[in-house]
Nanobody
Framework: QVQLVESGGGVVQTGGSLRLSCAAS????????MGWFRQGSGKEREFVAV????????LYSDSVRGRFTIARDNAKNTATLQMNSLKPEDTARYYC???????????????????WGQGTQVTVSS
């Protein structure tokens, strides 16, 4: 198993920015595609973005494309989510997740992810 720890959440005004980080344990980080999901109050958890194991390919949900950027540093075992132009509807708990030993982007369903962090809260005030 891979342990994932998110950080960087907080409260920000509409139009502001936040950068979330996900620190992963283990020595095969580049073998795992890394994704970000979010869950708003009273809502189901939804896909936000995913990055391939080599960091070359990314996929975003329609709701965040053009505003959020996912990245990774395999030397530091970290994945990040840069969130710009934040909106109140981005308010949610954000989770980092890993597709263990699967570096590809194919599929965005939660069931494809094996390890999850505890999440970090992002609140966007209007």
């Amino acid at each position: 198993q891979v342990q994932l720890v998110e950080s960087g959440g907080g409260v920000v005004q509409t139009g502001g920015s936040l950068r979330l980080s996900c620190a992963a344990s283990g020595r095969t980080f580049s073998s795992h595609a890394m994704g970000w999901f979010r869950q708003g109050s009273g809502k189901e958890r939804e896909f936000v973005a995913v990055i391939s194991g080599n960091g070359i390919s990314m996929l975003y949900s329609d709701s965040v494309r053009g505003r959020f950027t996912i990245a990774r540093d395999n030397a530091k075992n970290t994945a990040t989510l840069q969130m710009n132009s934040l909106k109140p509807e981005d308010t949610a708990r954000y989770y980092c997740a890993a597709k263990l030993n699967n570096p590809s982007l194919r599929g965005t369903g939660e069931h494809l992810y094996d390890s999850w962090g505890q999440g970090t809260q992002v609140t966007v005030s209007s």
